[in-house]
């Protein structure tokens, strides 16, 4: 891996680093582990040391010669970002749809006219495994030069087995070839396909006897997501979906209550998902289940405004003791962005989280909702040395200045990428 690299005098280091357990609750949030004037040494793709300039120049006294100096004077550093929710995988565009829906034709009318998720089903459906990788890499560099460096990825734009499967086989040649780690999630149960319309519950039998075994037998996910919602999938059919799922062992994670409540966030407690996401209209009853049942509340603020929806109430969430992760959704209907630091500025703008709560959930608890932690989310010594070096002197400016990328540098396992 080369030589060492020592990255001296940052304004801030926001390490993470917590005595917290699992992932951060209420006043954890805003323990971000921040050393000012700090410094951070570098090994083998790992971090081997963090702390300030002065103790690291004191630990490595008679290596300092060995190491590439990387000076951060006047910046902030923090672990790479995470975003623990996206359908990068996908084909074609739909920016007609935009411009419907600010005529004021909604998600659902949409979407039950065959646009939305059914319009990309069919670009996806005729794309080849090339396209798909050659357009998904390109969005995996500008996740990449928006400081984040470990994505999870869904399926969901193929609802049939051959595109579903060509979808997660290109997340895993993704993985393979792009310095982000990306992190599949089977979502066969996105939308009932046109050709199933009428006959729900064989669609339903489909995923559970053919399409989870197949994905399970090829090892091509770790996650099984439903889209709980009126319309879509029942309480009932998504509970047997996510649990013919962990028979299979992929993890339960659900599409919960993004366009009016129905029990979305109840079924994740029940079923024991690793997250709940969207949550809009999530019920308090079902933030009471979540918090019991220490489900991770993934919250979407970009896909709110931009289908000019009110936010998910993150305040009420993190005061009922859940903890809280943002995404980006990247997706090519309700949230075309890969901009995490635009994500974190609405995370305060609209669903009133501090900035060091939204630092929090776009790191280590976005970590957490993913099964990343060991490796991802946070400064300490033995992860992955993936670091943001950012043109701002502290954190809060990183939430303040909105709009506006701020990435100077960033590093994925010790290597300068960006």
Avoid at 139 to 155: A, I, N, P, Q
Avoid at 159 to 183: C, F, G, S, Y
Avoid at 210 to 219: F, L, Q
Avoid at 359 to 371: D, H, K, M, P, R
């Amino acid at each position: 891996m080369g030589k060492p690299i020592w990255i001296k005098y940052a304004a801030q280091l926001v390490t993470m680093a917590s005595s917290a357990k699992g992932p951060r609750k209420h006043e954890e949030m805003s323990d971000l582990g921040v050393i000012e004037d700090g410094s951070l040494w570098i090994e083998h793709g790992v971090v081997v040391r963090a702390g300030s300039t002065e103790q690291l120049e004191q630990h490595f006294a008679n290596r300092a010669h060995e190491a590439e100096i990387v000076d951060a004077y006047g910046k902030l550093v923090t672990p790479g970002l995470v975003d623990p929710h996206t359908h990068v995988v996908y084909g074609g565009t739909r920016e007609q749809e935009f411009e419907k829906r600010l005529k004021g034709i909604n998600y659902m009318e949409i979407m039950n006219a065959g646009g939305g998720i059914h319009a990309t089903s069919r670009m996806t459906r005729e794309a080849d495994e090339d396209e798909l990788f050659e357009q998904s890499f390109a969005r995996l560099d500008s996740f990449l030069r928006h400081g984040v460096t470990t994505v999870e990825g869904k399926s969901g734009y193929g609802l049939n087995l051959e595109t579903e499967l060509k979808q997660l086989r290109v997340m895993k040649k993704l993985n393979e070839a792009h310095p982000i780690d990306l992190i599949p999630t089977f979502m066969g149960a996105h939308a009932v396909p046109k050709e199933y319309k009428g006959r729900e519950d064989d669609y339903v039998n489909h995923l559970i006897d053919t399409m989870i075994p197949r994905v399970a037998e090829e090892e091509l996910a770790r996650f099984n997501d439903v889209f709980c919602e009126k319309n879509v999938f029942t309480p009932e059919q998504s509970e047997r979906i996510l649990e013919a799922g962990k028979a299979f062992g992929l993890i339960p994670k659900v599409h919960a209550d993004e366009i009016e409540s129905y029990s979305g966030a109840e079924l994740a407690a029940r079923v024991g998902a690793i997250s709940a996401e969207h949550l809009l209209k999530a019920s308090d009853e079902g933030i009471a289940a979540m918090a019991e049942s220490g489900v991770i509340a993934c919250l979407l603020p970009a896909t709110a405004l931009y289908l000019r929806e009110e936010a998910a109430h993150a305040r009420k969430m993190i005061d009922a003791g859940v903890a809280v992760a943002i995404s980006t959704d990247c997706n090519p209907g309700s949230s075309p962005t890969t901009s995490m630091p635009l994500v974190m500025n609405l995370a305060c703008i609209s669903m009133r989280m501090t900035p060091a709560e939204a630092l929090c959930a776009a790191t280590i608890n976005a970590a957490f909702a993913i099964g990343a932690e060991e490796d991802a989310g946070s400064i300490e010594a033995g992860k992955k040395a993936d670091v943001v070096m950012w043109n701002v002197p502290n954190y809060q400016m990183l939430q303040y200045a909105f709009g506006v990328n701020h990435v100077a540098s960033v590093w994925k396992n010790g290597l300068q990428v960006v």
